[in-house]
Structure formats: C-alpha cells, structure tokens
C-alpha cells in the first residue's frame, strides 16, 4: 500500500507540474509564436480538456485504492456539505466566465502599458481569486475521508494556493499599478468588503 501511496502522489506532483508548465507564460509565448492570434479561441479549451484526462487516472487510483476509511458522514448532513460543493462549483464556473482578463493568452503576453484596461467584473467585484476558498469547501465538504484521498487533498491545496500566489505575480506583470489599485481594495479570498466595481451596474 506504501507504494500505492507513493504512485499516487507522484502522479499528483507530475499533473501539477505539467499543469503548470501550459499555463506558463514562456509555454505560451512558445505556442502563441507557432499558432499565432487563433490561440485565443481554443487554448482554454485545449487547457481544460487536457487537465480532465489526465486527472481521471488519479480518479481511478483513488476508487481503487482509496486507503483506510476515517470518517462517512451520514444524513442529512451529508446532503448539505453535497450542496456546500454544489454552490462552490457554481462560484468556480462564475469565476471562469468572469475572467477575460485572467485567460486571454494575447493580453498575457503583453506588457503593462499595452494591456486593456483591467475592468473586472461579477465575482472579481468581491475577490481576486474565485478558486482558492471554494476549491477548498469543496474538499473540507467531501461526506467521506480516507488516508489516500486526504493526502491528495492536502497537495491540492498547496497546489491550489501556490497557484494562486502565482496568479498574483502575472497580473502584476500584466496590468501594473491599475492592478496594484484593484488590489488595495478587493480582497483576495474573502469577500468581505462588498461589490468594489460600481461601474459593472451601470447600464
């Protein structure tokens, strides 16, 4: 079973790693460079697609081989921590639908000085980073724990906030001192401090 364990988290560290490889700005000006302004309309999709299939062998060695059970949690609590990640995967796709300014691969590429105006919009009005809180619930609100699946959990997280961290750096690059401003009064995780985008109700 140490082996078993020990595959596992080297798949998850080798998917990290690719996944991060693609959504590296040099993997994208490479691709950008050989596929040109197309790139735009599929690279998402591309990215998405990609992260899907490889994720699904993880799935399986986690249904297979998913350690020893530590907790199940019966109804009806069960159902609501089910709802808890219904909603946090409503908040992700409203966080991926919202975010022209986090996955145009063209505006990624380009300097500060030559980027559209940052002007975010829905859920980035309350957060700068949509994946990291809900990401989380939707783990913490699993009704049922095993060692492997907690282990799994666990470097998703990092991953997860590493990510985030370095999404941070790239808008940064991006947008500049407008991203600066953004930052001082949207927080990053928590919205606590209500709707920062007053121009997104004006019609």
């Not at 020990?6 to 560290?13: E, F």
Request: hydrophobic share 50%; with cysteine.
């Amino acid at each position: 079973m140490l082996f078993i364990s020990l595959v596992q988290v080297a798949y998850l560290v080798a998917f990290a790693a690719m996944h991060s490889l693609l959504a590296s700005k040099q993997f994208k000006g490479f691709a950008w460079r050989i596929f040109g302004p197309d790139m735009d309309r599929w690279y998402m999709t591309f990215f998405t697609i990609f992260a899907v299939i490889t994720f699904l062998p993880l799935a399986v060695m986690l249904m297979l081989f998913p350690g020893r059970k530590l907790y199940v949690i019966r109804s009806p609590w069960r159902w609501i921590m089910v709802g808890v990640q219904l909603l946090s995967a409503v908040w992700i796709v409203k966080g991926f639908a919202d975010s022209p300014h986090r996955f145009s691969v063209s505006q990624q590429l380009l300097k500060s000085k030559e980027a559209k105006p940052l002007m975010p919009r829905g859920v980035y009005c309350y957060v700068r980073d949509p994946f990291l809180i809900p990401g989380l619930l939707g783990m913490l609100m699993t009704p049922f724990m095993t060692t492997k699946l907690l282990i799994a959990y666990l470097l998703a997280f990092v991953y997860l906030y590493l990510g985030s961290l370095h999404w941070e750096t790239r808008l940064l690059a991006q947008f500049g001192k407008e991203y600066v401003d953004y930052q001082k009064k949207v927080p990053r995780m928590i919205p606590w401090n209500g709707n920062q985008c007053p121009w997104a109700n004006k019609k």
